[in-house]
């Protein structure tokens, strides 16, 4: 038998189909059966595969599903809270609307209804007093009630016991003739037609008219009984006399001090000759049949008012007392004598109807009478209702309360005469709070946003699933499409070979998307978009212009003077907080004149009177207005310096005032905004600009018109004139008014709270070493000197809650103190490197309080260290005030970084603590703390002379520090000694809570007030080494020692460049300090403590400094890397400063050298200078001359330096360099 190839598939075998052998394989056969069980390989393929794509389909809709839920629920809360919002922000501006208009109807009362009686008492001035009737009383009367609101007005003389005989005849004898002519009057207009016969029963058991034997009506009043009975004295007294309107026949006349109610108010009225507002008086509810004498007679008073029967609601009346005066006005004086009371009932909720329109209801009014219980009403639509007595209101709405107040607000109420009549404060205050109520709250907060909610969630769920709807269809026929592309696929791999199926299945692609792109649907789209496009690109130039000429027009502009120079040194903030708190003031008082505020540029405000609406005294009004400012500023700039620092207090303003025509309109553009334009806005900003710091400058226009207004005696002329760019030489004058009565409102020494209080005041202790007397902090002779050491304070006080915060609780039991060890000084603790804690980020300070007997010891302390300062034009509390403002302005620019350091990203861990760029110097706040306190210390005791002539002034100070630093160690000691003292045990308590902060504390002043002798060698050397060793490209120590010893370096520049600030600050602040410089070394050596006159070396010598270490140390600020653009701005203000000072020094020189001569010839003691004392060569001349020639290494001549001489070339330095890079000539 024969052996066949075994095959793949049973019907191949031929010899048992055929039933015979074959000896071969057939190879054909073979293929055609590999074909095939590769084709059914194939098919087995395709089958997971759909699988697989089914199973990621139904993946996908899972995540959409749950995309769109969580879209669903993100939008319906999104709604639901932006409706809410809505609706809570149209609540909110309703509610402001109404209680603006309820505030406003209340100021009315006192500002204009009042008025109205005030102007009836003013015309009963006339006659002999109180044997007065007032002619046509009813008919002007009744005027005055319906314009006040007040619903009764009788007049109450004032009788004299002396007067009371013949007052009483004259009442028997002359009432029955105004009774008569009241009665006819109201009569004819059935005034009383309503309710007088219902109240009368109820009055009847109140007694008949009360006369006497002889005929006469005496002053009566009832007793306990209700009878009427004669009053007996002692006077004055204040009879009923005319009354509108007549009630009764006149019952009341001749009823003594008020009717019905014993108010003191007509008394106090008539002592403090003032208006006065008497307590709420009350009554049960009812009508004026009501068995209640006082509700019956209430209820007649608004039956009355209101010509229909009225019910009284129970709601309070006041009463309203008017002086009547003797004469229209006093003769040089406000003061009047009062001959009578003229009473006036109110009804408080009578001047509240028709405040508001019908649709808002639910408004809450509390009034509050310091002589009565408060009283709540409820404003809905255009009726006031009372609710009851007490507070009422919802205590939910407490944080919505609008207040006013009349007694506090109104002064004096208007009565046409001179001075009017003022309003009484020692009487009854009257004030009114406005809440909103639920009602008021559900009229504006309805289920609309839970409406809006569920319909936006009902058609989101509506598309879901109608999405899910689709989804299936989709997937029906996708299941369709996958059948049939598996079947197409194992036909074409069935009749293909792989590589021939996949280059087709890629032909087919391409062509596909070849089609798509030349689809008509394609081209249209396009079309649209091109033509959208175009039409975005037109522009409508239809638009008229809002423009209109105004022929009569006052422009202002006004300018700080000195401000650019005084911002140089501030911090953006404390910039925007100036330039915030005097415009918003100015804006205050231009709202109040009527002064339109066109705009402000940077420090500039420009005002205009004359439009939008015409002012016929807009001249008069405008220059009221720069006035008022002008006195507004001096009152607050003394408050802003003990917040904003030194100097806030000198700025001052230059006005420019001109009258003409003025153009102005809308320009219109990205930003709109209202311009003015013309040659008159020219005018008046040359009138600024060519202006005098503290003066109101106008032009000859504007000038005319105040003295046509009356005003010459506000103008005087400039005596030069001006040249003006463009208008060439003008003529101006100054605005200078009369000082007004209370010289306050001029003198601008009004101290602002420091936040800081202590009840003892006091210096505490000081070294015995020292002579320097302690300031006392609660009564100083400089009001300039208060504010600093306020500001100080307040500056310490920040950083010392910084301080608790980290902390937490924290705490020491025990004062910490620390002494130098015997025979050390101060200059052998310096270090060369401090090393500070580890990194800790800053604590928000908000809610921390420091301890209040540590806040007053802290206010002590800074007060003691500014007593130590001497009055040296330069060395003194406010240069130590100046160095540390900018060593602060150098930290906030340090924490800054910091913290844009520590946010910026996470590519390293160095980054992320926030250390890279700062070394970590704000990580701790006690460093911070010393840091700033170094700069107001290090100057203390400053005698006006360097070092080595101090040490030779004070042998025994020289001796103590070995005629090293001695004025720097000296002003630390005695700032230690003073804070070791007992009387500030509470300070380090808060201070210190452990040896090591006390050590480091103490390190860093040490090295930060020594830090500012440039002039020890060694110490020179110690931190030339360092900057070498920390910032050297081949730094070689580790990354915490070497950020430690940056540290060192950086607070050391710190104290360094912020002794010599101004030299890196606006010209103006350089020169300030500059000439005061110059003017103790001018006095040094007028006093022989100076070897040579400043003047023949102060121009070169400022080159040199500049040259040889201020602009070098600008430089090493800027490679510190630490202070951002603060680097920048010091190193451009150096070399704009030296540049200038190159070109106008020598000028400047000849100038400060004049008025140096011209001071002491005025005063009268220009006397030859004082021979100087023979000072033998010492050790510290040789160190200090060695120490200047580090400073020199680009000078091609040597100097020279002795105690008594010096010589300098022109190359070299012509100003020797002393302690804080101070220059002196007698080292």
């Not at 009902?458 to 109608?466: K, P």
């Not at 239809?542 to 911090?571: E, K, M, N, Y």
Request: aromatic content about 8%; proline content about 4%.
């Amino acid at each position: 038998m024969f052996e066949t190839q075994p095959t793949d598939a049973e019907s191949l075998d031929i010899s048992d189909e055929f039933g015979e052998d074959d000896d071969d394989d057939d190879p054909e056969m073979a293929r055609s059966g590999a074909s095939l069980k590769s084709n059914e390989s194939k098919c087995d393929e395709n089958a997971p595969l759909a699988e697989k794509e089914t199973q990621f389909v139904s993946r996908l809709r899972e995540v959409v599903f749950g995309v769109l839920l969580v879209a669903a629920v993100l939008i319906c809360v999104s709604v639901y809270h932006m409706s809410s919002r809505s609706e809570r922000e149209e609540f909110e501006t309703y509610y402001d609307g109404a209680a603006e208009r309820v505030m406003q109807t209340f100021y009315d009362i006192g500002t204009s209804k009042l008025g109205a009686v005030s102007s009836l008492g003013l015309a009963s001035v006339s006659g002999n007093w109180p044997f007065v009737i007032v002619e046509r009383f009813q008919q002007r009367a009744a005027a005055a009630r319906q314009q006040s609101g007040a619903l009764l007005i009788h007049v109450n003389p004032i009788v004299t016991d002396e007067q009371r005989p013949q007052w009483e005849s004259f009442v028997a004898n002359a009432s029955s003739q105004w009774i008569e002519d009241a009665t006819e009057y109201q009569d004819n207009i059935e005034m009383l037609k309503f309710a007088e016969e219902a109240i009368r029963p109820n009055l009847a058991g109140m007694g008949e008219t009360v006369i006497s034997d002889n005929g006469t009506m005496p002053i009566w009043d009832y007793n306990s009984d209700l009878t009427k009975e004669p009053v007996r004295g002692p006077g004055p007294y204040m009879p009923v006399w005319q009354t509108s309107p007549l009630l009764l026949g006149g019952l009341d006349v001749n009823k003594n001090a008020v009717v019905n109610f014993d108010e003191p108010g007509a008394n106090v009225s008539y002592h403090t000759e003032s208006l006065v507002i008497g307590g709420f008086q009350t009554a049960p509810e009812g009508g004026v049949d009501s068995k209640n004498v006082y509700t019956s007679l209430f209820a007649l008073l608004l039956s009355v008012a209101n010509n229909e029967s009225s019910h009284y609601s129970g709601a309070p009346f006041s009463q309203v007392f008017f002086p009547v005066y003797e004469t229209y006005q006093a003769e040089g004086a406000p003061s009047r004598k009062p001959v009578a009371i003229m009473t006036a009932w109110i009804q408080w909720c009578g001047y509240f109807d028709n405040v508001l329109p019908s649709t808002m209801k639910g408004i809450y009014v509390i009034f509050h009478n310091s002589c009565s219980e408060s009283f709540t009403y409820e404003i809905n639509g255009p009726k006031m209702t009372a609710v009851g007595p007490s507070d009422r209101h919802d205590p939910a709405f407490d944080h919505m309360r609008r207040s006013a107040s009349l007694t506090d607000t109104i002064t004096h109420i208007a009565d046409g005469s001179k001075y009017g009549i003022p309003v009484s404060k020692e009487h009854c205050a009257i004030s009114i709070d406005v809440y909103p109520s639920q009602t008021f709250f559900y009229q504006y907060n309805t289920s609309y946003p839970l409406a809006m909610t569920i319909a936006i969630g009902s058609i989101f769920l509506f598309t879901v699933a109608i999405f899910f709807l689709y989804d299936r269809l989709v997937e029906r026929r996708q299941k369709l499409v996958m059948d049939r592309a598996v079947k197409t696929n194992a036909i074409v791999t069935s009749l293909f070979p792989e590589n021939v199926r996949d280059r087709l299945m890629q032909q087919t692609n391409v062509e596909g998307e070849k089609k798509e792109k030349e689809s008509p649907f394609n081209i249209a789209r396009s079309t649209r978009l091109r033509g959208y496009l175009q039409g975005q690109q037109e522009d409508d130039f239809d638009q008229a212009p809002i423009a209109d000429l105004f022929p009569h027009c006052t422009v202002l502009f006004a300018d700080i003077a000195g401000f650019t120079a005084w911002s140089s040194t501030r911090d953006p903030a404390q910039v925007f907080i100036l330039l915030q708190t005097l415009y918003q003031a100015f804006d205050k008082i231009a709202n109040r004149r009527k002064v339109f505020k066109v705009e402000t540029i940077g420090d500039s405000y420009v005002a205009v009177t004359g439009l939008p609406e015409p002012q016929e005294m807009h001249a008069v009004i405008m220059a009221r207005f720069a006035i008022e400012t002008q006195r507004k500023l001096n009152q607050i700039l003394p408050q802003l310096e003990s917040t904003l620092g030194p100097d806030t207090a000198d700025l001052s303003m230059r006005y420019g005032l001109h009258s003409g025509p003025v153009t102005a309109g809308v320009l219109r553009g990205e930003r709109a905004r209202f311009q003015l334009f013309g040659d008159t806005v020219n005018t008046a900003a040359r009138m600024e600009s060519n202006g005098i710091k503290g003066k109101i400058q106008v032009s000859q226009s504007t000038r005319d018109l105040l003295v046509e207004a009356g005003k010459a005696s506000w103008v005087t002329p400039r005596p030069d004139p001006i040249k003006a760019k463009g208008k060439g030489v003008l003529k101006t004058y100054f605005v200078e008014p009369p000082a007004p009565k209370d010289e306050s409102l001029l003198s601008g020494h009004h101290s602002a709270s420091t936040g800081i209080h202590t009840e003892s005041s006091g210096g505490g202790s000081v070294s015995p070493t020292t002579r320097v007397p302690v300031a006392n902090t609660s009564m100083y002779a400089d009001k300039r000197r208060e504010r600093l050491v306020n500001w100080i304070a307040d500056l310490l006080q920040e950083h010392m809650k910084q301080l608790v915060a980290t902390r937490e609780s924290a705490t020491s039991s025990v004062a910490l103190r620390y002494s130098p060890p015997e025979g050390a000084t101060s200059l052998d603790e310096v270090a060369e490197v401090i090393v500070l804690p580890g990194f800790s980020s800053e604590r928000d300070t908000r809610g921390v309080e420091v301890d209040s007997d540590v806040l007053a010891q802290l206010l002590q302390y800074v007060g003691a260290i500014a007593g130590m300062y001497h009055e040296n034009p330069f060395h003194n509390f406010e240069h130590a005030c100046h160095v540390t403002m900018a060593c602060n302005k150098f930290m906030q620019r340090i924490v800054d970084e910091d913290v844009e350091s520590a946010e910026a990203s996470d590519e390293s861990e160095e980054q992320g603590s926030g250390l890279s760029k700062t070394h970590g110097i704000h990580s701790d706040p006690l460093t911070l703390l010393a840091i700033v306190l170094s700069a107001l210390i290090h100057d203390c005791d400053h005698r006006g002379v360097s070092n080595a002539r101090l040490a030779v002034e004070d042998e025994a100070l020289g001796c103590k520090y070995k005629n090293q630093s001695v004025a720097e160690q000296n002003s630390l000691d005695l700032a230690w000694d003073l804070l070791m003292g007992d009387d500030y045990e509470a300070l380090r308590l808060c201070l210190f809570t452990t040896e090591a902060e006390l050590k480091r504390f103490r390190q860093v002043l040490v090295n930060m007030v020594l830090a500012t002798d440039i002039f020890d060698k060694e110490l020179n050397d110690l931190r030339r080494k360092r900057w070498e060793k920390a910032f050297s490209a081949d730094c070689k120590v580790s990354h915490e020692e070497n950020r430690d010893l940056r540290n060192t370096i950086v607070i050391e520049h710190i104290i360094q460049a912020s002794d010599v600030s101004h030299t890196m600050q606006h010209w103006h602040i350089y020169r300030k300090w500059n000439k005061r410089l110059f003017r103790e070394l001018s006095l040094a050596y007028s006093q022989g403590r100076m070897a040579k006159d400043p003047s023949e070396f102060w121009y070169q010598g400022e080159i040199g400094f500049f040259d040889n270490y201020v602009i070098p140390l600008a430089k090493k600020l800027k490679d510190c890397q630490v202070f951002g653009v603060s680097s920048d701005e010091c190193l451009d203000y150096a070399i704009q400063n030296r540049d200038e000072w190159k070109e106008k020094g020598e000028a400047l020189v000849e100038q400060m050298k004049d008025e140096i001569r011209a001071e002491k010839e005025k005063r009268g003691s220009f006397t030859s200078q004082a021979p100087l004392r023979p000072e033998p060569t010492t050790n510290v001349a040789l160190a200090s001359t060695k120490n200047h020639e580090s400073f020199q290494e680009s000078n091609t001549e040597a100097m020279t330096l002795s105690m008594t001489s010096f010589e300098t070339s022109s190359a070299s330095l012509s100003i020797i360099f002393d302690d804080h890079g101070r220059r002196c000539v007698d080292c």
